[in-house]
């Protein structure tokens, strides 16, 4: 599964990557280095813009980077208390899940991330690893969104929700652990984000090409705490390294 990751990446530089706007309208978060759920996060997602009515444009779409809370909360929920639960989507059943299905089909994105963290079982502990590209671009990680609306006094506040989808790991990803991201290649961006494409049953498995090609780094047992968020978290470390283990979030199993 994905349960953290870093997203270091300014929302400029993320639009001139994905050839999309910046649409978070200064409220972008900072450089986090252990993004954790619940927290703000970047997306970027394509949609037909509307006009002051509120009606779409059928003819026309913008890709846009966008700011959104990460756990998904569907529409219907009551409150959001199961965000933090509801980080991953599994991709193998993302399109029948009540809670995910209207998302899959309307409602796409992709996560941009430097990379992502995940912990391999092992004696006593277990070992963080930060896979990446192992250069300065984006892992594309396929997601999904959805709006949930709050009552705040008289009005309605939107709050735009999200989720990763995860697969079972292939190639070298498996020594690691049993699930990971569905990171897409680029030439599956816009058939992803396309709004009018309401079956991307096609674009759900993973590619190998793509998942070999990236690095598993073992890093430090420090990002097992979210107090811990510097650049040095991302830093390659010899494995067995003697560290006092701090608590975790949670258990990724």
């Known amino acids: 599964m994905c349960g953290r990751y870093a997203s270091t990446k300014n929302p400029a530089l993320l639009a001139a990557e994905f050839d999309a706007v910046d649409g978070t309208e200064g409220d972008a978060p900072g450089a986090d ?3 954790a759920p619940t927290k703000q996060v970047l997306a970027v997602v394509e949609r037909h813009p509307r006009d002051d009515d509120g009606n779409p444009d ?15 909360v569907p529409h219907w929920a009551k409150d959001l208390s199961g965000a933090a639960k509801m980080i991953n989507a599994r991709a193998e059943s993302v399109l029948e899940k009540p809670a995910y299905r209207d998302s899959a089909a309307k409602r796409r994105c ?3 991330a430097a990379g992502w963290y995940e912990w391999q079982p092992g004696e006593g502990r277990k070992q963080p690893y930060f896979i990446n590209p192992g250069d300065d671009s984006s892992i594309a990680m396929a997601g999904i969104w959805s709006v949930w609306w709050q009552q705040d006094g008289d009005e309605r506040k939107p709050i735009i929700t999200c989720a990763v989808l995860t697969t079972d790991a292939i190639g070298e990803m498996t020594s690691v652990h049993h699930r990971m991201p569905l990171v897409l290649p680029k030439d599956r961006w816009a058939a992803w984000l396309d709004p009018d494409n309401a079956d991307p049953k096609d674009l759900l498995a993973p590619d190998l090409d793509l998942v070999d090609a990236l690095e598993l780094r073992p890093v430090s047992m420090k990002v097992n705490s979210i107090k811990n968020n510097d650049p040095s978290l991302m830093a390659a470390v010899a ?11 949670f258990e990724l199993t």
């Open 33 to 35: 280095y252990n993004v």
């Open 58 to 72: 059928p003819d026309t779409t913008e890709r846009s980077v966008r700011v959104m809370r990460w756990g998904l």
């Open 110 to 112: 992709i996560v941009p």
């Open 239 to 249: 494995l067995g390294e003697s560290e006092k283990p701090e608590p975790t979030l």
